[in-house]
């Protein structure tokens, strides 16, 4: 069976009937609601806290923040963005007194792939609690492709989670899109949006390794901390989470920063200081830097304003270039 990102652009493959389902089917919530659950412990959040849920869909996760006890460190604030209007305005018809969202007993994920394969619930699965909530949505939700950009201003976010979303990034729909730059353009608006000591983290489906180098490459080149846990390897089970940190100056290790990834994590951060000056081993300043003016130093200073979610025009071949003299 083919992968629904390969099919459809979401906002075309997640139609009324697709969004229908995501809220009727109890598997789908539960499988959800799991993975949510495994991504907020994943952030380490001790204190309420505004979070960025990006892929919201039906909003089931935000429930969840929402119904988060504040022995837990909740309940949470959080805004929804979501390319799909269906999905959006499914989200907005479950704002009646049958809304639920969800508390974890003891829980192990289960196997999903945005829900299109008749799977079975494995055995080891535990159940969730279900809780009434006050029968509203609690956050705001925002209409929008992450493929554009996070548009929200720097440092505003304490923390964001996404499920099954950003492997939709690694394809393209049109012609003129780029995967690669639209990656690019989501992690470096996300990370300009997060505060600083702040985490992410998204559950995503990657086709092959291509794809997971991918998207693990444009959020360190955005200035994460990088690292992949793999929940159940080895299992039709498995699940992937992208675990990034916003840090400033020497980043740390993400195995140290978020606390029981142990074992299986894959770490991604590569950026280490190499040579006595730290930029790449070419003295203090370093000749990779180039001088003031340089394309190098122009190029370097358009990657820092595009980082902190500026507008930054397009760089070519005569970026850096001295213009000649005037007739």
Not at 84 to 95: F, K, Q, V
Not at 109 to 124: F, I, Q, V
Not at 190 to 200: E, H, K, T
Not at 248 to 276: A, C, F, H
Request: hydrophobic residues 30%.
């Amino acid at each position: 069976m083919s992968r629904p990102e390969e099919t459809l652009p979401a906002d075309l493959y997640y139609s009324p009937a697709e969004a229908h389902k995501y809220t009727t089917s109890s598997r789908i919530r539960s499988i959800q609601t799991q993975m949510t659950l495994r991504a907020i412990s994943l952030l380490g959040l001790t204190s309420p806290s505004y979070i960025l849920d990006i892929g919201c869909g039906t909003c089931l996760s935000g429930s969840i923040l929402s119904s988060i006890p504040p022995s837990e460190g909740g309940p949470h604030t959080w805004v929804g963005m979501d390319i799909s209007s269906a999905m959006l305005s499914a989200a907005l018809e479950r704002d009646d007194p049958n809304t639920y969202s969800y508390a974890p007993d003891d829980q192990e994920d289960d196997d999903d792939h945005d829900d299109d394969e008749d799977a079975t619930m494995d055995d080891t699965t535990t159940t969730t609690q279900i809780i009434p909530t006050q029968g509203k949505i609690q956050g705001d939700l925002l209409l929008s492709d992450i493929g554009h950009g996070i548009p929200f201003r720097p440092g505003t976010f304490d923390g964001a989670i996404s499920i099954s979303a950003i492997q939709w990034l690694c394809n393209a729909d049109t012609t003129s899109s780029s995967p690669v730059q639209r990656l690019n353009r989501f992690f470096s608006t996300l990370y300009s949006s997060l505060r600083r000591g702040s985490r992410a983290v998204c559950q995503f489906y990657p086709r092959d390794e291509v794809q997971r180098n991918m998207i693990s490459n444009a959020a360190i080149k955005a200035g994460f901390g990088a690292g992949i846990l793999e929940d159940d390897p080895g299992t039709k089970n498995t699940k992937l989470f992208l675990c990034l940190t916003v840090g400033g100056g020497m980043l740390q290790d993400i195995t140290g920063v978020v606390e029981g990834l142990e074992g299986n994590v894959d770490v991604l951060d590569s950026r280490k200081r190499k040579g006595k000056g730290g930029k790449g081993g070419m003295g203090a300043r370093g000749e990779k830097n180039g001088k003031k003016g340089s394309k190098a130093w122009i190029l370097r200073k358009k990657e820092q304003m595009e980082r902190k979610g500026m507008v930054v025009k397009n760089s070519s071949k005569y970026t850096g270039r001295k213009r000649g003299p005037k007739f």
